[in-house]
């Protein structure tokens, strides 16, 4: 890929994406070199022994047992995340079973190759299990990468949908990047109760005023059936990314589970993954996945005010294709996109009504005629962004694609390039002598940007609670929360806090969050700087802040500081200390992960590229690594894995 800027996307667009080209050269070339290497014409298993093969179809019969034993068929594996405790996980119970009927009927043979865990963040919300949702997103990779690794397979059907999920297939599958891969999603619930309701129903529970009995029935209402949720977070913003990435069918993300079409895009995956496994329409993952994907899936995300989470997702899923994405491509861009969507938490509709309206096909549609997304780019669907204009229907029980409105059908909801919602994608990214941050303003008033005010202290959600609780925090403050990173602890979301600081808001506080936490990509109205490097766990500014320190966070100029005189800032000691080693509902397992794992803005991953630094260290005898590793466990981390 040449780093020439492209002149038929906008400017910004095609500079942020020639810098990323620029300084990924290395790593890219090396991933694509790998991948090239390990592609073979004709079934791989070609090259097996006859005992491995024989264990490779002994459970088979009838006709896939003839044709993986006889080698004339491509073999295809299927990769889920299936479980019945979550909602958009269920319906995926079924698709195994459509998967091998139509790759059958494609002239290959699927077989289930292995299951990923998947927890849901929303029932670990607030609890000791969600230290453990953001690692495993590397389980969850090293888990597809051990589906992928018996060399039977020429393609790879990856079944997941939320959070750190698609994340971990997508880390998992680029290690054998040479293998073509369709993402297959589920689906959102039908709309239930409004999410506008559901959070003035949280917030009175908040402050007294409604019932334990009140709250849990406005959750079951909300979230009452199969399906993804059906709010703007994490997971509605994955399937939003990856088609856009060209990782979907187009049209995929968000028909409902339960219906012909649904059952019809599934089986429709399963013909078209074989159809990429061979011949001229050849299309591994490493092709799909490159430099303008990522700027598309980039764009997307910000074009729709999506979850913040991903400013760690993409950049983890980038350098395990060789890409090197920073917090700097997503600030850049956010600059330029305009915030084309409304979907709570950035207004009232759910992911049902953005699709109505014309969904990604509509958004894909306006993005490409301004010039916010590359078109010249590889998808499943075949070459070209174009294709993800048009929506999928059912026409006399045949599956196929139609072009849509050129309007939006509710510009409540959703609108076209030249009248946004506001000009820039809400995203952004502040600085200044606490360290780097992201935040998320597409859903906070204006006049809440800004806010100056004496900090108060917290380790842990529980103490921040007692203090709301106790009337301690009736004042302009900035809730500091700390030890939260992905050393400390696993880096939890920290969306309970929620609605005790919307309280703060309305009662008329200036109120802000400084974490070095995640927020869910349910995250609101509350001014957050989140994802604080360095963090505290690792020495870094935040953990200096003391009760009564003024903070100022200003996400209008970008800053984020502590008003406090620099010298005597500096030479304080470390308020707090990260728990030494944490036990209870696993964590005791990931303390080798949470020892390794790099900073927020470079992915928080555990598997980051082979650096130069590294490279002269392997060379040392004995030598360790900038984890602290010794060298010999990472002989087998290729650049740009």
């Known amino acids: 890929m040449s780093s020439t800027p492209d002149t038929t996307v906008h400017p910004v667009v095609a500079e942020v994406t020639a810098r990323i080209v620029e300084r990924s050269t290395q790593t890219r070339a090396a991933h694509l070199a790998r991948s090239a290497a390990a592609h073979e014409e004709g079934p791989v298993r070609r090259g097996l022994a006859c005992s491995n093969l024989a264990h490779g179809f002994a459970a088979m019969d009838g006709v896939d047992k003839a044709a993986l034993r006889e080698l004339r068929a491509p073999g295809v594996a299927i990769v889920s995340s299936y479980n019945d405790l979550l909602s958009a996980h269920q319906p995926m119970q079924e698709y195994p079973a459509w998967l091998k009927k139509s790759v059958r009927a494609a002239g290959g043979v699927a077989q289930f190759a292995g299951g990923v865990p998947a927890m849901c963040d929303g029932v670990t919300q607030g609890r000791p299990g969600m230290e453990l949702s953001l690692f495993s997103r590397e389980v969850i990779a090293m888990a597809t990468a051990i589906a992928l690794?018996?060399?039977?397979?020429?393609?790879?059907?990856?079944?997941?949908?939320?959070?750190?999920?698609?994340?971990?297939?997508?880390?998992?599958?680029?290690?054998f990047g040479h293998l073509p891969a369709i993402l297959v999603p589920a689906g959102?619930?039908?709309?239930?109760?409004?999410?506008?309701?559901?959070?003035?129903?949280?917030?009175?529970?908040a402050e007294g005023l409604a019932t334990r009995e009140d709250l849990l029935d406005a959750e079951?209402?909300?979230?009452?059936?199969?399906?993804?949720?059906?709010?703007?977070?994490?997971?509605?913003?994955?399937?939003?990314?990856?088609?856009?990435?060209?990782?979907?069918?187009?049209?995929?993300s968000f028909v409902p589970p339960g219906t012909p079409l649904r059952q019809a895009l599934t089986e429709e995956a399963g013909r078209r993954v074989v159809e990429l496994s061979r011949g001229e329409a050849y299309t591994p993952v490493?092709?799909?996945?490159?430099?303008?994907?990522?700027?598309?899936?980039?764009?997307?995300?910000?074009?729709?005010?999506?979850?913040?989470?991903?400013?760690?997702?993409?950049?983890?899923?980038?350098?395990?294709?060789?890409?090197?994405?920073?917090?700097?491509?997503?600030?850049?861009?956010?600059?330029?996109?305009?915030?084309?969507?409304?979907?709570?938490?950035?207004?009232?509709?759910?992911?049902?009504?953005?699709?109505?309206?014309g969904g990604i096909q509509f958004l894909v549609g306006t993005l490409l005629d301004a010039g916010f997304l590359h078109e010249d780019v590889h998808t499943v669907a075949g070459f070209g962004l174009r294709r993800y204009t048009q929506e999928p229907i059912l026409?006399?029980?045949?599956?196929?694609?139609?072009?849509?409105?050129t309007r939006s059908l509710d510009e409540d909801v959703l609108r076209p390039v030249w009248r946004p919602f506001a000009p820039d994608g809400g995203l952004r990214m502040v600085a200044g002598n606490l360290g780097r941050a992201v935040t998320k303003v597409s859903a906070v008033a204006p006049e809440h940007r800004v806010v100056q005010a004496p900090a108060r202290v917290f380790t842990s959600q529980e103490a921040f609670a007692i203090a709301f609780e106790a009337g301690e925090l009736g004042r302009d403050v900035v809730v500091v929360?700390?030890?939260?990173?992905?050393?400390?602890?696993?880096?939890?979301?920290?969306?309970g806090l929620t609605p005790a600081l919307g309280v703060l808001m309305d009662r008329g506080f200036q109120v802000a969050l400084l974490t070095d936490g995640r927020m869910s990509g349910a995250s609101g109205k509350i001014p957050a700087a989140i994802q604080v490097t360095p963090e505290a766990a690792v020495g870094g500014p935040i953990a200096r802040i003391a009760d009564g320190d003024v903070v100022r966070f200003d996400a209008r100029s970008g800053t984020l500081d502590v008003l406090v005189d620099a010298d005597e800032f500096a030479r304080r000691d470390l308020l707090d200390a990260p728990p030494a080693f944490v036990e209870?509902?696993?964590?005791?397992?990931?303390?080798?992960?949470?020892?390794?794992?790099?900073?927020?803005?470079?992915?928080?991953?555990?598997?980051?590229?082979?650096?130069?630094?590294?490279?002269?260290?392997?060379?040392?005898?004995?030598?360790?690594?900038t984890?602290?590793?010794?060298?010999?466990?990472?002989?087998?981390?290729e650049v740009g894995q």
């Open 149 to 175: 690794s018996h060399d039977l397979f020429d393609a790879s059907l990856l079944l997941g949908v939320c959070d750190k999920i698609v994340p971990g297939l997508l880390i998992g599958a680029l290690s």
């Open 188 to 205: 959102p619930m039908n709309s239930g109760l409004p999410n506008k309701e559901k959070a003035r129903v949280r917030q009175l529970y």
């Open 220 to 252: 079951a209402a909300s979230y009452h059936s199969a399906g993804t949720c059906t709010f703007y977070g994490t997971a509605n913003s994955n399937q939003m990314v990856v088609e856009v990435m060209g990782l979907h069918l187009p049209g995929a």
């Open 286 to 357: 490493s092709l799909v996945l490159d430099e303008k994907a990522f700027v598309n899936g980039i764009v997307a995300l910000l074009a729709t005010g999506g979850s913040t989470n991903h400013t760690m997702h993409l950049v983890a899923i980038a350098a395990a294709a060789g890409i090197q994405l920073t917090w700097d491509d997503f600030s850049d861009l956010s600059a330029v996109v305009p915030l084309l969507a409304r979907v709570y938490p950035n207004g009232s509709a759910d992911i049902n009504h953005f699709h109505a309206a």
């Open 395 to 405: 026409s006399d029980g045949e599956l196929v694609w139609r072009d849509v409105p």
């Open 481 to 495: 929360l700390r030890q939260q990173g992905p050393q400390a602890n696993g880096m939890p979301e920290l969306h």
């Open 584 to 625: 209870g509902t696993g964590r005791e397992l990931f303390g080798a992960l949470r020892r390794a794992v790099g900073p927020a803005d470079q992915g928080a991953s555990v598997f980051g590229p082979l650096t130069a630094e590294l490279d002269l260290l392997r060379d040392a005898p004995g030598g360790r690594g």
């Open 627 to 637: 984890l602290g590793l010794p060298l010999h466990t990472l002989e087998t981390q």
